[in-house]
């Protein structure tokens, strides 16, 4: 069974960096569409990426935050920097796949809804201080 480890998150000044880890097992994450969620007053959506390489980032955290991956560690990060008080939340990864009966090369498009994604990190805490 697919399970999503994170690692990663901490405490930080305004205007510091951070990197947070979401390691998948069971699965090739190659194949998988990924985000990273936050949750203060409410879950939203910060990062996503399809299963073709593109991203895209919320308008609060563009230019700042980074989605990558690496396959070979079959683990994808959020690269955070010049961080913002308002960036204070616990941080999600999640991801879904394309539809089984799309085969092997089958698409997932990114999304921010987080109905859509099937599998979830166990969340962390990242805090940024004035």
């Known amino acids: 069974q697919v399970q999503l480890v994170q690692s990663g998150g901490g405490s930080v000044q305004s205007g510091g960096s951070l990197r947070l880890s979401c390691m998948m097992t069971?699965?090739?994450?190659?194949?998988?569409?990924m985000g990273w969620f936050r949750h203060g007053h409410e879950r939203v959506g910060v990062a996503v990426g399809d299963n073709k390489g593109h991203t895209n980032y919320a308008d609060s955290v563009k230019g700042r935050f980074t989605l990558s991956q690496d396959n070979a560690k079959n683990t994808f990060y959020l690269e955070m920097s010049s961080m913002k008080p308002e960036d204070t939340a616990i941080y999600y990864c999640a991801v879904y796949g394309p539809p089984p009966y799309s085969g092997a090369g089958g698409y997932c498009p990114a999304t921010y809804s987080a109905a859509d994604y099937t599998y979830w990190g166990q969340g962390t805490q990242v805090t940024v201080s004035t």
């Open positions: 069971g699965a090739s994450i190659n194949r998988y569409c």
